[in-house]
T-cell receptor, first 111, second 112 residues
Framework: DQQVKQNSPSLSVQEGRISILNCDYT??????FLWYKKYPAEGPTFLIS?????DKNEDGRFTVFLNKSAKHLSLHIVPSQPGDSAVYFC??????????FGAGTTVTVRA | DAEITQSPRHKITETGRQVTLACHQT?????MFWYRQDLGHGLRLIHY???????NKGEVSDGYSVSRSNTEDLPLTLESAASSQTSVYFC???????????FGPGTRLLVL
């Protein structure tokens, strides 16, 4: 039973516009959430994270929002750039160093 | 620079053969993990270790084993390879008090 779900397998966005990726989770023990970015033939690379004590975290063009009551988080990329084309994975941890991953969302940024 | 490496990067093997995938990290991280990536499933945890001589089963551990004899290495062994184990395998590590995992480049395994 997948505890972290990314219901949109793909997202296409025009360069310069906002990309919004969504993630839902079911395990109420999760208290730390991460986004990873993955290019083909490479390992996932850490992008941004958020603790359950916060509802927003920003790092440059990337912002993650957490809604604990809805068990939902989202990643906003503004503005989207061609180099952002990749697969994005949402992950969650219950303070035990293990990560549960979503199935991923493939983002394509159109010129 | 500290890093995490995996070898081989690509492997073709036959059903029933034993295969070992290597993972080596130079961060001196206590925690190491093995995942497999399959379309539609994201990354699923196979085995993990919190330190030397510690190993634990993840959600998809059947047919796999690991051993941890030192801090730097966590080899993953497929005891008798099956076609269902064709996948991309990623190793990751993280230090104490840190939830962010750092991933290796992956090993693409094809079982014929």
């Amino acid at each position: 039973d997948q505890q972290v779900k990314q219901n949109s397998p793909s997202l296409s966005v025009q360069e310069g516009r906002i990309s919004i990726l969504n993630c839902d989770y079911t395990n109420s023990m999760f208290d730390y959430f991460l986004w990873y970015k993955k290019y083909p033939a490479e390992g996932p690379t850490f992008l941004i994270s958020i603790s359950s004590i916060k509802d927003k975290n920003e790092d440059g063009r990337f912002t993650v929002f957490l809604n604990k009551s809805a068990k939902h988080l989202s990643l906003h990329i503004v503005p989207s750039q061609p180099g952002d084309s990749a697969v994005y994975f949402c992950a969650a941890s219950a303070n035990d160093y293990k990560l549960s991953f979503g199935a991923g969302t493939t983002v394509t940024v159109r010129a | 620079d500290a890093e995490i490496t995996q070898s081989p990067r690509h492997k073709i093997t036959e059903t029933g053969r034993q295969v070992t995938l290597a993972c080596h990290q130079t961060w001196n991280h206590n925690n190491m993990f093995w995942y497999r990536q399959d379309l539609g499933h994201g990354l699923r945890l196979i085995h993990y270790s919190y330190g030397v001589h510690d190993t634990n089963k993840g959600e998809v551990s059947d047919g796999y084993s690991v051993s941890r004899s030192n801090t730097e290495d966590l080899p993953l062994t497929l005891e008798s390879a099956a076609s269902s184990q064709t996948s991309v395998y990623f190793c990751a590590s993280t230090g104490t008090l840190q939830e962010t995992q750092y991933f290796g480049p992956g090993t693409r395994l094809l079982v014929l």
